[in-house]
T-cell receptor, first 112, second 114 residues
Framework: DQQVKQNSPSLSVQEGRISILNCDYT??????FLWYKKYPAEGPTFLIS?????DKNEDGRFTVFLNKSAKHLSLHIVPSQPGDSAVYFC???????????FGTGTRLKVLA | ETGVTQTPRHLVMGMTNKKSLKCEQH?????MYWYKQSAKKPLELMFV???????ENNSVPSRFSPECPNSSHLFLHLHTLQPEDSALYLC?????????????FGNGTRLTVT
């Protein structure tokens, strides 16, 4: 059973608009959440994270929101740029352990 | 030099071959991981080493054999693989002693088993 789910395999957004990528998890023990970006032929690159003690974390154009009661997190990219086109993975973890559970990814395409 | 380096980038091997994947990290981390990425599946954790000791082994077939000679190097020895083992193999490192630390990945080895 998948503990971390990304239900949208793909998303297309116009350049300059907001991209919203969603992620759901099932284990309420997870306390650290991450987003990774992956280009073809490269490994995943860490983008932004959030601890469960917060509900929002912002870094430039990227903001992650966490709704613990709904066990849901989202990544907002605004404004979206063509270079943001990639596969985005969310992950959940128990901090201080070796457990990082990944979703299946969402392919974002930003149209110029 | 990038943080986590994997070699080779691409590997084609027959089912009877023996080969090894190599990973090296320059981040001062003390945990190293092997993940497998197959099409349309989540990244699957295979093995974790912490301070050169294996701490996780997620029911991986014995045809995959990890080795961690020191905290900077990790190998994955392959033998008698099956075509369904074709995938992207990713190495990662972290510092789990510090709370809320991300994994850092290498660029992976694209393995094709013929």
């Amino acid at each position: 059973d998948q503990q971390v789910k990304q239900n949208s395999p793909s998303l297309s957004v116009q350049e300059g608009r907001i991209s919203i990528l969603n992620c759901d998890y099932t284990n309420s023990m997870f306390d650290y959440f991450l987003w990774y970006k992956k280009y073809p032929a490269e490994g995943p690159t860490f983008l932004i994270s959030i601890s469960s003690i917060k509900d929002k974390n912002e870094d430039g154009r990227f903001t992650v929101f966490l709704n613990k009661s709904a066990k849901h997190l989202s990544l907002h990219i605004v404004p979206s740029q063509p270079g943001d086109s990639a596969v985005y993975f969310c992950a959940a973890s128990l901090s201080g352990t070796y457990k990082y559970i990944f979703g299946t990814g969402t392919r974002l395409k930003v149209l110029a | 030099e990038t943080g986590v380096t994997q070699t080779p980038r691409h590997l084609v091997m027959g089912m009877t071959n023996k080969k090894s994947l190599k990973c090296e990290q320059h981040l001062g981390h003390n945990a190293m991981y092997w993940y497998k990425q197959s099409a349309k599946k989540p990244l699957e954790l295979m093995f974790v080493y912490s301070l050169e000791e294996r701490v996780e082994n997620n029911s991986v077939p014995s045809r995959f054999s990890p080795e961690c000679p020191n905290s900077s190097h990790l190998f994955l020895h392959l033998h008698t693989l099956q075509p369904e083992d074709s995938a992207l193999y990713l190495c990662a490192s972290s510092h789990p002693d510090r709370d809320s630390q991300p994994l850092h990945f290498g660029n992976g080895t694209r393995l094709t088993v013929t």
